[in-house]
């Protein structure tokens, strides 16, 4: 979406890559590992972390070999390769790479998570979407929304008193999917030397995680503009209004300004249906979950199986409908 002062772009992505070694990364990245350094560590439980020097995209991952050269690292195909494009990466890989077409690739491969993906609507003159008139009506409860929640956080200098940074958050920060907007002037003079910023520049992100993400990715791949996509997203989560007489918000007028951001865009579904787990997937939850604690117990049992036994059976009595389905699915797969 470009409008006259409006501008949407994936302002963060994040993706987790199963069964690969880094190659298979580097390929659907497009990037030379070689452009790469290595961290002196990892995070998330990933033992190693690497870091693009060209900008800020970082790759985590667990090696199984002892091989330093980044090269010729062998990496752990359960765990996978997780990859981190952040705010500014986004910008600097978009240099020379489409981070659509990446998508894209990441979607047709098997096994590939999205964990986060951030969508930013930036109006660098603040007419539709404007830091103070939206704090405004937020403070006077002139809105509507899905989320049960919103904060603001302020920062001041000391000695003035002047603003540093000024952010309100729609939604938890915890969530699957929150809105944030802030005074990207501030935040921008804040952390940038930069002479030539707006004067008046307002930011509205969207934040999606896990399923939310999938779902998001999902639609840009299948055509939805990013425009769309946010658009869409706020009209089913928010709406602010002008205030009416009538007692139900509900039946408030929408205030003009959100109505030209968001005209001609329908509701965005973000929900993916769930399917019913299978038995490969209840091994896996706990192999991953309580394989820890099973063995915790059985340790201090002294390899005493008995109590293992026993909750098996109990178990066995409580079976619901959808352990059954699961139980008859796996025994079908077993004799085709």
Avoid at 17 to 45: C, H, P, T, W
Avoid at 84 to 90: F, L, V
Avoid at 107 to 135: G, K, W
Avoid at 288 to 313: F, H, M, N, Y
Wanted: overall charge positive; glycine content about 6%.
């Amino acid at each position: 979406m470009k409008d006259t002062n409006l501008v949407v772009t994936i302002d963060w992505l994040e993706f987790t890559v199963l069964n690969a070694q880094m190659a298979n990364v580097m390929e659907l990245l497009g990037l030379d590992i070689a452009e790469f350094s290595q961290l002196s560590k990892g995070r998330y439980g990933y033992q190693s972390q690497i870091k693009w020097k060209n900008g800020n995209i970082f790759i985590m991952f667990t090696p199984t070999n002892d091989e330093e050269d980044i090269k010729n690292v062998k990496v752990n195909l359960k765990s996978g390769v997780h990859v981190i494009i952040s705010g500014q990466g986004c910008r600097q890989y978009s240099v020379k790479n489409d981070l659509i077409a990446l998508m894209r690739e990441l979607h047709a491969r098997d096994r590939v998570n999205f964990t986060r993906i951030d969508l930013a609507i930036d109006d660098f003159e603040s007419e539709i979407i404007n830091y103070d008139r939206i704090h405004k009506a937020a403070i006077a409860g002139e809105f509507t929304s899905r989320w049960s929640k919103w904060d603001e956080v302020n920062s001041r200098q000391t000695s003035t008193n002047e603003y540093l940074g000024r952010t309100m958050y729609f939604g938890s920060q915890a969530s699957d999917l929150f809105c944030r907007i802030y005074d990207k002037t501030l935040e921008r003079k804040k952390n940038s030397a930069e002479s030539d910023i707006p004067q008046s520049w307002t930011r509205l992100e969207l934040v999606y995680r896990k399923e939310r993400a999938k779902k998001l990715a999902e639609h840009i791949i299948n055509g939805v503009s990013l425009g769309s996509a946010l658009r869409g997203t706020l009209n089913q989560y928010l709406r602010f209004l002008i205030r009416g007489k009538d007692s139900n918000k509900a039946r408030w007028q929408s205030a003009k300004w959100w109505d030209m951001l968001l005209a001609n865009v329908g509701k965005l579904q973000l929900t993916i249906k769930k399917e019913a787990r299978t038995i490969d997937d209840m091994t896996d939850w706990i192999d991953k979950q309580i394989s820890p604690t099973l063995s915790a117990i059985l340790k201090a049992q002294e390899g005493d199986l008995g109590w293992l036994r026993s909750i098996l059976v109990k178990g066995s009595k409580r079976l619901s409908q959808k352990h059954k389905d699961a139980i008859n699915q796996y025994m079908k797969g077993m004799t085709a």
